[in-house]
């Protein structure tokens, strides 16, 4: 097996030579790419349809994705992390980890391969590429996707797989599964006039998000009608007068947060004058009947974006989910996954 | 006569190195004079200090017996008019609104019919009035020049410098140029100070030469007495025959350098 | 000479100017017709006559007109296309002026580094909240402002240290810009996801956030600032022969040259400050109107204004409606439309000035 790789990026050059004394190498001991399946292995299948050989059960993790950094740690696996992408800073103890990259588009090679971990874990903005070396440096690469709640589920069993965990994972997902049918099975018999048509804000003023985006299942979920969903955008920043002809009954604006530090009440309250102030939108039902929603963006990703669509069940359906504390699911969630204590404040009113 | 412009111990300098040093000079109602000399000796630099574009060191420049620095700058771009020695304009501009400018120093925001009967008065005396709507740019090196002059002339001014007018023409421009700065000297009762390079042409059309060398005036006098094969050898440093030429003016045949 | 000439020479210059008066006059009309045009253009189906009705029944008491149809002309189509004209007239005022006043074609509020430096003045106060006057709602405002003008004294003082050399002060404009964007491509590599958006949204520039509030304070502001600049057209037709023919006219080439470049500067960073940065029409603006009606400033300073205002006007109501109701960043627009007009005039004119 002979490759030639040629790499124009003049940093990529020391990591190109050693990708190539790698490739050599392997190509004269005989493995070559595939490796001889053992019973100390375990392949499973990732999102981009590969099946990932690693070993098992993986002992050293390096995680590019926060949403899997926060699965890992649920599943009480948080040590077998030994690198992870800046973006990953919740549970906040993962913040002792040493940092290879800023997210899955942005690795630092040859972090990673100094690291040399049993598996590499990203999401999709891993770039070809970058997937190609690190897999030549013999490191297994599971790029995963985050958006679709089905997709979640099954990846956190396969990293309960992976990590020898599967029964946290089982955990995981039937504490997940239980407040997920909860909403399925209260909305799905709620008929289409009773859902509220919604308005939901992701960050700059009008922007908003269109079918085939987690938001909009979020808000399809929950039993609302994305009023944006027919946009050929996918976030499209959309019109105010739009916004006033469409008279939402609901408008949520998800702020977002960066950074390991919390919001206040203060700062989201500041987020929702700032929204009530705009000019036109005191003629908005939803701003007439006192709906307009502000949130974290915290609880709408990884583990805890089930957190996410009780909220926004409960902002949408208030009467059917009048039983259901959101708060205080929150509070279960991080507390039983993660053994903390639940700070701060995620939604405002 | 009355005089004109006097120029009284003017010492300028770019920096650390003197340009000129001391210069003394005087211009009568009416006439012409040249500035000549080799190159460096200092022709623009003077020119330049005269208008206040430069502001010299030491010395003191009269105009009709005011001094020179004590005038505000409008009240002084009345009385004298600088033709520099090439111009360009970067923007597209007609002719008609090239010499309105020159009309800068009289009007506020409004153009009034004067301005405008000022202009179109000059452009004719200059022989130019057929320009008047056409764009700068699509002029001859020649036709550019007497625009330029006629900006000048827009100012209506009493002294008119010109700085090296003819070096960019061809000969028939050159005589045309010359000829507009003579009749206007006599025809106005104005003064004209020029750079010049081409002896003979000074030669020919001023009454005076102001010989400049090494920063200073070497020597000043009519044609006749200035242009003679010695002060050239001096100055230049350049062996010339000096004959009789045209309205018994002194005629330089340059022959070797030294 | 006889009389009749002079008298013709005059009326040359008469029609001359009545030509170019007429064509501002037809450049204003054409602003307010595509404003009135524009407030009945947008995403919400309004017709001609109920958005009409709308902004008559503010003033007579004729018709009953829907709320809906207020909130949506009054409150946010209005400003918005005043918004629009204001900075169309801002950004080619300041470009007319700074290229009159270095006597270059290429310059613009963009080339000097303003507008780099109104981005990242905006940018650090996205990425770290940090304002020149604390914290608040107008922090990305007030940075964008204090830091364009800063750029402008840093630029000039630069060039002073040299003798205020034009070609310095644009060197040392674009070399500003370079450090900004650099400035700015590192907040944006080290800032977060959100974060991030925001600073593009910033860069591409747009017109969404106009606010009645604000419009009203910019009018005065920027016709203020535009009719000063205007007393300047004789020095600056007179400056663009060169330092030392308009030093010979009676300028102070300098005082005129910082007062001008000072004024555009603030009238640049008070319109970016609110919109973002909006290239293009404050080089491109001027050069238009020179094409048409030639560099006289008295003509040329207006005309680029209403120039720039015409096409950001037509842009932005194009961005607003093209696949409403999503909004097409302005920048985008205002290039597609502007640049094939642009190089139309190129190629058509002979004359060829810019060499």
Known sequence: MIKVVIYVNKNQGIIGVLVCLCLLSLALTGSGGEATPSSDTVTIVDYTGQSVEVPYPVDRVVSLSSSASEIICALGASDKIIGRGSSSIFPPYIEDVPIVGKSSYTPSIELIIELDPDVLIADTMLTGDNREMIEAAGIPVIEESFVDPPRVTSVMSNLGLILDKEERARELISFIDQYQSIIEERTADSRSEDKPAVFLERGQPYRTASASTSSHNCITTAGGINIASGESVKYPTVSPEWVVEMNPEIIVRSVWATTGETFTREDLKEESDELLSRPGLSEVKAVKDGRVYVHSSKINSGVRSIVGELYFAKWFHPAVFEDIDPEAVHRDLVQEFYGLELEGVYVYP | MAVKLKVKDLSFSYGSANTLEDITMELDKGEIVSLVGPNGAGKSTLIKCIDRILKPQKGTVFVDGKEAARLSSKDFSKMMGYVPQSTLEVFPYTVFDIVLMGRRPHIGWRVTSNDVKVVARTLRFMGIEEFASRYFDELSGGEKQKIAMARALAQEPKVLLLDEPTSNLDIKHQLEVMNIVKKLVQERKISAVMAMHDLNLASRFSDNMVMLKDKGVFTVGDPESVLTPANIENVYGVRAEVRNGHMGRPYVMPIEPL | ?355
Request: hydrophobic content about 55%; some cysteine; aromatic content about 10%.
């Open chain 3, 1 to 355: 000479m006889s009389d009749d000439e002079v008298f013709d020479a005059e009326e040359v210059y008469a029609r001359a100017s009545w030509k170019k008066t007429l064509f501002t006059l037809v450049l204003l009309g054409s602003v307010l017709a595509v404003a009135v045009f524009a407030t009945t253009m947008g995403a919400a189906s309004l017709g001609m006559g109920e958005s009409f009705g709308a902004v008559l029944a503010e003033f007579l008491p004729v018709e009953e007109v829907s709320t809906f149809a207020q909130v949506v002309v009054l409150q946010l189509r209005l400003p918005r296309i005043l918004m629009a004209i204001i900075t169309g007239i801002s950004l080619g005022v300041a470009g007319a002026v700074m290229q009159g006043v270095l006597r270059n074609p290429l310059v613009s509020p963009y080339t000097l580094g303003l507008s780099s430096g109104a981005a990242c003045g905006a940018a650090i106060a996205i990425v770290l909240g940090v304002g020149v006057f604390g914290t608040g709602r107008y922090i990305i405002v007030i940075n964008a402002f204090f830091f364009s003008l800063l750029t402008m004294a840093i630029v000039y003082g630069i060039s002073r240290m040299r003798g205020t050399s034009v070609e310095t002060l644009i060197l040392a404009g674009v070399a500003m810009g370079y450090l900004f964007s650099a400035v700015i491509s590192l907040l944006k590599y080290v800032s977060g996801h959100e974060e991030l958006r925001e600073i593009v949204f910033w860069l591409m520039g747009g017109l969404y956030t106009a606010r009645w509030e604000n419009v009203i304070i910019l009018i005065p502001a920027v016709l203020f600032f535009t009719m000063l600049l205007m007393r300047y057209s004789w020095d600056l037709n007179a400056m663009s022969a060169g330092e030392e023919v308009a030093s010979s006219l009676g300028i102070n080439v300098n005082r005129v040259r910082i007062i001008c470049l000072s004024l555009s500067a603030v009238l640049t960073a008070s319109v970016i400050a609110f919109t973002g940065i909006i290239g293009f029409i404050g080089l491109v603006s001027p050069h238009v109107c020179r094409l048409l009606i030639g560099s006289d400033h008295r003509y040329l300073i207006p005309c680029s204004g209403l120039i720039g205002a015409l096409v950001l006007l037509v842009s932005d109501t194009a961005c607003r409606t093209m696949i409403s109701p999503t909004e097409i960043p302005v920048g985008i627009v205002t290039s597609f439309i502007g640049v094939p007009f642009f190089l139309y005039l190129l190629v058509s004119r002979k004359r060829r000035w810019w060499q």
